[in-house]
Structure formats: structure tokens, C-alpha cells
């Protein structure tokens, strides 16, 4: 009977020690969302290429995390990102036409036991059971200058950008809070202040590069 009632409050205690943890986790994230921080997202350099299958896409991102946030990281909290890109054609009698859109998914995770992090990249949202082209690095600078980097990304089809010569491409790089635990996403209102939000445009060549 000692014994059961011994085990019974080792495992209470257990529960509630990872309880703590996580609401520790989810705290620090809450504080780095509030409005006001520095903003700490900025895409430094874009580039679109029309080529004959389509459009390509080169940016350079510049992500600061918060040091709350950075803190929460890296003790085991995964972070989601989103890439979006768009490509608009100009129409003079009404708004621009969206004629393609792609987007990036990341997930950004470090491994306290194995001390390694782990960079997952897919077209769709992120889950447990989804595909997914994963990275693994021995530095948080390293996993971080993966994700400020994207190179040779195809964001629209051939047929998608007609012979109209004047196109428009948008990217948004954020945070992913749909991915966040809930009481994340109640309380991230405050996101684009945060500096967690930074797009960029530019235009598209009209003609496609050799």
C-alpha cells in the first residue's frame, strides 16, 4: 500500500513538474509577442526570375529572435514559420490579379537531449504524420541561416504568367501561429508589432532569362 501510494505521488509530481514547464515555455513566448518589441524580421534582398517552366524566387531574411522567444526555443518549445509568395498581374481598370501563389512551411526544434537542432521544411502545414524534407545542425546559427536563406524556389508554373509584361512578386516571411499551441495564438495578437512579420515585393522581368 506505501508503495502504491509512493508511486502514485511520483507520478502526480511528474505531471505537474512538465506542467509547470510548459507554462513556463508558453509564457515566454507571450512576452515576445506583445506590441511594442523591436522588430526583429526583415527581408534583406529578393529576387524573381521568369524562366521558360516559371518563376523562381531568391531572399535573404534577416531573423532576429527575441531573446525571450530564443530562450523558449531552446528549451524545447518548436517554432513554425511561413513563407508566402505571390505573383500579381497589373490590370489598369481594376485591383492586381493574383495568378500564382506558393507557400513554405518550416519548423525550427531543438533537441536538449541530443543537443542538436532540427529544421523541417514542407509545402503544407507540418504534423506528426506529414512529409516533410528535414535538416539536422549542430549550431543554432547554422539552423538559423537555413531558414534565413531560400534559393531557387519555383513559385509559379509556366502557364500560370502569361505574356502580360507586368508582374509583381510578394513575399511574407512570419511567424506560423496557427501551429502554436492555443493559448499562443490567443495571445500573439500583437505579431506584426513584435517584428515577427516582414514581407517585400518586386518586379518581375518581363521577359524570361537565358
Same mark, same amino acid.
Given at each position: 500500500?506505501?508503495?502504491?501510494?509512493?508511486?502514485?505521488?511520483?507520478?502526480?509530481?511528474?505531471?505537474?513538474?512538465?506542467?509547470?514547464?510548459?507554462?513556463?515555455?508558453?509564457?515566454?513566448?507571450?512576452?515576445?509577442?506583445?506590441?511594442?518589441?523591436?522588430?526583429?524580421?526583415?527581408?534583406?534582398?529578393?529576387?524573381?526570375?521568369?524562366?521558360?517552366?516559371?518563376?523562381?524566387?531568391?531572399?535573404?531574411?534577416?531573423?532576429?529572435?527575441?531573446?525571450?522567444?530564443?530562450?523558449?526555443?531552446?528549451?524545447?518549445?518548436?517554432?513554425?514559420?511561413?513563407?508566402?509568395?505571390?505573383?500579381?498581374?497589373?490590370?489598369?481598370?481594376?485591383?492586381?490579379?493574383?495568378?500564382?501563389?506558393?507557400?513554405?512551411?518550416?519548423?525550427?526544434?531543438?533537441?536538449?537531449? $541530443?543537443? !542538436?537542432? @532540427? =529544421?523541417?521544411?514542407?509545402?503544407? /502545414?507540418?504534423?506528426?504524420?506529414?512529409? &516533410? #524534407? %528535414? +535538416?539536422?545542425?549542430?549550431?543554432?546559427?547554422?539552423?538559423?541561416?537555413?531558414?534565413?536563406?531560400?534559393?531557387?524556389?519555383?513559385?509559379?508554373?509556366?502557364?500560370?504568367?502569361?505574356?502580360?509584361?507586368?508582374?509583381?512578386? $510578394?513575399? !511574407?516571411? @512570419? =511567424?506560423?501561429?496557427?501551429?502554436? /499551441?492555443?493559448?499562443?495564438?490567443?495571445? &500573439? #495578437? %500583437? +505579431?506584426?508589432?513584435?517584428?515577427?512579420?516582414?514581407?517585400?515585393?518586386?518586379?518581375?522581368?518581363?521577359?524570361?532569362?537565358?
Amino acid at each position: 500500500m506505501t508503495a502504491f501510494i509512493s508511486r502514485a505521488w511520483t507520478n502526480g509530481f511528474e505531471r505537474l513538474h512538465r506542467r509547470l514547464a510548459l507554462a513556463v515555455l508558453l509564457l515566454a513566448l507571450l512576452l515576445v509577442l506583445v506590441p511594442g518589441s523591436a522588430a526583429a524580421t526583415e527581408i534583406t534582398a529578393l529576387s524573381a526570375e521568369r524562366v521558360d517552366e516559371g518563376v523562381i524566387l531568391s531572399a535573404q531574411i534577416r531573423l532576429d529572435l527575441p531573446a525571450q522567444l530564443d530562450d523558449a526555443l531552446q528549451k524545447g518549445l518548436p517554432l513554425f514559420f511561413l513563407a508566402e509568395a505571390t505573383v500579381l498581374r497589373d490590370r489598369w481598370y481594376w485591383t492586381d490579379k493574383e495568378v500564382a501563389r506558393a507557400t513554405r512551411h518550416l519548423r525550427l526544434a531543438f533537441h536538449p537531449l $541530443t543537443r !542538436r537542432w @532540427r =529544421l523541417l521544411v514542407s509545402n503544407s /502545414p507540418i504534423t506528426s504524420t506529414g512529409a &516533410a #524534407l %528535414g +535538416q539536422s545542425f549542430e549550431s543554432r546559427e547554422e539552423a538559423l541561416a537555413a531558414i534565413e536563406r531560400i534559393g531557387g524556389w519555383k513559385i509559379a508554373d509556366g502557364p500560370e504568367i502569361g505574356a502580360a509584361p507586368r508582374y509583381t512578386v $510578394t513575399l !511574407r516571411f @512570419r =511567424l506560423d501561429l496557427a501551429q502554436l /499551441p492555443r493559448p499562443v495564438q490567443i495571445g &500573439a #495578437l %500583437g +505579431q506584426e508589432d513584435a517584428g515577427l512579420d516582414a514581407s517585400r515585393s518586386v518586379r518581375l522581368n518581363p521577359e524570361p532569362a537565358r
